[in-house]
């Protein structure tokens, strides 16, 4: 009879990753100087603000931030809108089974990829440097971001898309862009737009802290205010954000599970 | 032969809900681009433009090379140790709110619940949280891990629910049957059959996270932000591009590396 040998588990490899890991996080963690026994111990002062926030805010001053949240809204539809239009030629030009030159894709992606690694923030504080104080350096610093990140997505979506219908249609001697139009727009239009709504989720989210680095919306006067210390007025902003960012999310969910 | 017909959706209702649809839509980008008012381009900023191509031309190379706590290695190494520590601290809390939003665990009812709490925190703007944060342990490193640490148990709990509700039931049933309890059902059937799929949103999470702690600095959470941000408010553009081009570098290999391990991963 055959002997039937078990091999055994390449324990080793495995081993090697777990303790590579563990260094890492404990080293990190080592070199960042944290420490939970100081955390845990020091917990009563973050209570403390909080309760200077929360309890109670100054709900009072719920009118006057009104105007700024609108604000705040209007930049992340326009980031968001302009960023998608964009987007979507782009797209197009970067994925590899439609436009098959190399040279267009390749440094095209490449461009994408640092949109993506710039952080909204930074990209921010670099247009409020070039265009001034305001509302306008947050969108256009929106819009670049929205454009890489919803460029990459979608182009994505095109390289899966399913190349049956293509080749049916060039089959029947269509031109790319009957190609274009009626295989491949069809196919990618719903991944595309629930994309675009998820980004404008994204942008909400960075909308209301841009205001940081002076680029408008609420969180330019939420930075007022801490300046000043009015931390009543701090926590009415934070509950009115965290309020419209729900409300928006949800909303937005519910319209993407019903797209996709 | 047989014509072949395409059946449009022809409904007047449906026409009318679409055409409605398109109004809302375009109404609130119009509402949106009647909000930002277009002041023009400030006449320095030409210049300042100039001084940024400049800078990004000749960047502050001493910064970059400069090994002492005030230089560019010791910010990215803490930038990084931020996220590490931050995400690993998110992933270890992110489970048992996942199993709390995770239909096939609790039920339908608790799990609604649960999908609501990680909802909230998600919504919860880390900038916020940091702050917070920075009034328990005071302005550093710290306040920024446990800041990443809380926001992402929004997106990973969220993730991991969805991984565990999409999972093959039967090992957990075959362990239940057998009379295995509760925690003996988690640990050696609903945990190692999500694991590949956990550690994969994890490093995703973690190459999030290499994004936003390099802006907590601005708050004063530690990390590369705010060196940044001061170079670029002061204008020392030669710095501001170093700092903007080693981050750009370091975030993108960072996200090479994660993403090869998450392909073989799934």
Same mark, same amino acid.
């Given at each position: 009879?055959?002997?039937?040998?078990? !091999?055994?588990?390449?324990?080793?490899?495995?081993?090697?990753?777990?303790?590579?890991?563990?260094?890492?996080?404990?080293?990190?963690?080592?070199?960042?100087?944290?420490?939970?026994?100081?955390? @845990?111990?020091?917990?009563?002062?973050? &209570?403390?603000?909080?309760?200077?926030?929360?309890?109670? !805010? $100054?709900?009072?001053?719920?009118?006057?931030?009104? !105007?700024?949240?609108?604000?705040?809204?209007?930049?992340?539809?326009?980031?968001?809108?302009?960023?998608?239009?964009?987007?979507?030629?782009?797209?197009?030009?970067?994925?590899?089974?439609?436009?098959?030159?190399?040279?267009?894709?390749?440094?095209?992606?490449?461009?994408?990829?640092?949109? %993506?690694?710039?952080?909204?923030?930074?990209?921010?504080?670099?247009?409020?440097?070039?265009?001034?104080?305001?509302?306008?350096?947050?969108?256009?610093?929106?819009?670049?971001?929205?454009?890489?990140?919803?460029?990459?997505?979608?182009?994505?979506?095109?390289?899966?898309? $399913?190349?049956?219908?293509?080749?049916?249609?060039?089959?029947?001697?269509?031109?790319?862009?009957?190609?274009?139009?009626?295989?491949?727009?069809?196919?990618?239009?719903?991944?595309?737009?629930?994309?675009? @709504?998820?980004?404008?989720?994204?942008?909400?989210?960075?909308?209301?802290?841009?205001?940081?680095?002076?680029?408008?919306?609420?969180?330019?006067?939420?930075?007022?205010?801490?300046? #000043?210390?009015?931390?009543?007025?701090?926590?009415?902003?934070?509950?009115?954000?965290?309020?419209?960012?729900?409300?928006?999310?949800?909303?937005?969910?519910?319209?993407?599970?019903?797209?996709? | 032969? $047989?014509?072949?017909?395409?059946?449009? $959706?022809? +409904?007047?209702?449906?026409?009318?809900?679409?055409?409605?649809?398109?109004?809302?839509?375009?109404?609130?980008?119009?509402?949106?681009? &009647?909000?930002?008012?277009?002041?023009?381009?400030?006449?320095?900023?030409?210049?300042?433009?100039?001084?940024?191509?400049?800078?990004?031309?000749?960047?502050?190379?001493?910064?970059?090379?400069?090994?002492?706590?005030?230089?560019?290695?010791?910010?990215?190494?803490?930038?990084?140790?931020?996220? @590490?520590?931050?995400?690993?601290? &998110?992933?270890?809390?992110?489970?048992?709110?996942?199993?709390?939003?995770?239909?096939?665990?609790?039920?339908?009812?608790?799990?609604?619940?649960?999908?609501?709490?990680?909802?909230?925190?998600?919504?919860?703007?880390?900038?916020?949280?940091?702050?917070?944060?920075?009034?328990?342990?005071?302005?550093? /490193? !710290?306040?920024?891990?446990?800041?990443?640490?809380?926001?992402?148990?929004?997106?990973?709990? +969220?993730?991991?629910?969805?991984?565990?509700?999409?999972?093959?039931?039967?090992?957990?049933? /075959?362990?239940? &049957?057998?009379?295995?309890?509760?925690?003996?059902?988690?640990?050696?059937?609903?945990?190692?059959?999500?694991?590949?799929?956990?550690?994969?949103?994890?490093?995703?999470?973690?190459?999030?996270?290499?994004?936003?702690?390099?802006?907590?600095?601005?708050?004063?959470?530690?990390?590369?932000?705010?060196?940044?941000?001061? /170079?670029?408010?002061? %204008?020392? #553009?030669?710095?501001?591009?170093?700092?903007?081009?080693?981050?750009?570098?370091?975030?993108?290999?960072?996200?090479?590396?994660?993403?090869? @391990?998450?392909?073989?991963?799934?």
């Amino acid at each position: 009879m055959e002997k039937i040998t078990v !091999p055994k588990p390449k324990r080793l490899r495995r081993n090697l990753i777990i303790l590579t890991v563990t260094f890492l996080i404990l080293g990190s963690a080592w070199f960042a100087g944290f420490n939970i026994f100081e955390v @845990i111990g020091n917990l009563y002062k973050g &209570s403390r603000l909080l309760g200077r926030m929360f309890l109670p !805010p $100054d709900l009072s001053y719920l009118p006057k931030i009104i !105007p700024p949240m609108l604000e705040t809204i209007q930049m992340a539809l326009v980031g968001t809108f302009v960023g998608a239009i964009v987007a979507l030629p782009t797209a197009v030009l970067a994925a590899n089974n439609f436009i098959k030159t190399k040279w267009l894709h390749v440094p095209l992606r490449f461009i994408l990829n640092i949109f %993506r690694t710039i952080p909204a923030m930074v990209l921010a504080s670099l247009f409020v440097a070039i265009f001034g104080l305001g509302a306008f350096s947050g969108v256009v610093a929106l819009a670049i971001f929205t454009f890489g990140l919803i460029s990459k997505l979608t182009f994505e979506s095109i390289e899966a898309i $399913d190349y049956g219908q293509v080749e049916a249609l060039m089959s029947l001697g269509a031109n790319k862009m009957n190609v274009l139009r009626y295989a491949i727009m069809p196919q990618i239009l719903p991944q595309y737009t629930s994309y675009t @709504i998820y980004g404008f989720e994204v942008n909400i989210r960075a909308a209301a802290v841009l205001g940081w680095v002076g680029a408008g919306g609420i969180g330019q006067t939420m930075e007022h205010n801490l300046a #000043w210390r009015n931390f009543d007025k701090v926590g009415t902003i934070i509950i009115f954000t965290f309020v419209i960012v729900l409300v928006i999310d949800l909303i937005s969910a519910a319209i993407r599970k019903r797209l996709v | 032969m $047989d014509k072949i017909i395409i059946k449009k $959706d022809n +409904k007047p209702l449906m026409k009318m809900l679409h055409t409605l649809y398109y109004l809302i839509v375009f109404g609130l980008i119009f509402w949106g681009f &009647s909000g930002i008012e277009y002041k023009g381009i400030m006449q320095t900023a030409a210049s300042s433009l100039n001084a940024l191509l400049d800078g990004f031309i000749n960047p502050d190379l001493a910064y970059a090379t400069n090994a002492t706590v005030d230089g560019l290695p010791y910010a990215i190494l803490e930038t990084i140790a931020i996220a @590490i520590s931050g995400t690993f601290v &998110s992933a270890i809390i992110s489970i048992p709110f996942a199993l709390l939003a995770s239909q096939n665990i609790v039920g339908q009812k608790v799990s609604k619940v649960g999908k609501l709490i990680v909802t909230m925190i998600r919504t919860f703007p880390e900038l916020i949280l940091a702050l917070i944060f920075i009034s328990v342990v005071g302005p550093g /490193a !710290p306040a920024g891990i446990l800041a990443l640490g809380i926001h992402s148990i929004g997106m990973l709990a +969220k993730l991991f629910s969805e991984a565990i509700e999409s999972m093959d039931l039967g090992v957990k049933e /075959a362990l239940e &049957s057998c009379g295995g309890n509760y925690f003996e059902v988690l640990f050696r059937a609903v945990l190692p059959q999500v694991s590949p799929e956990l550690i994969s949103y994890t490093l995703y999470r973690f190459e999030i996270n290499m994004r936003a702690a390099s802006t907590l600095g601005l708050v004063g959470a530690g990390g590369i932000g705010a060196p940044l941000i001061f /170079a670029i408010r002061t %204008r020392t #553009w030669p710095r501001a591009a170093v700092i903007i081009i080693v981050l750009v570098i370091t975030v993108s290999i960072i996200d090479q590396i994660s993403g090869r @391990i998450r392909k073989k991963l799934v």
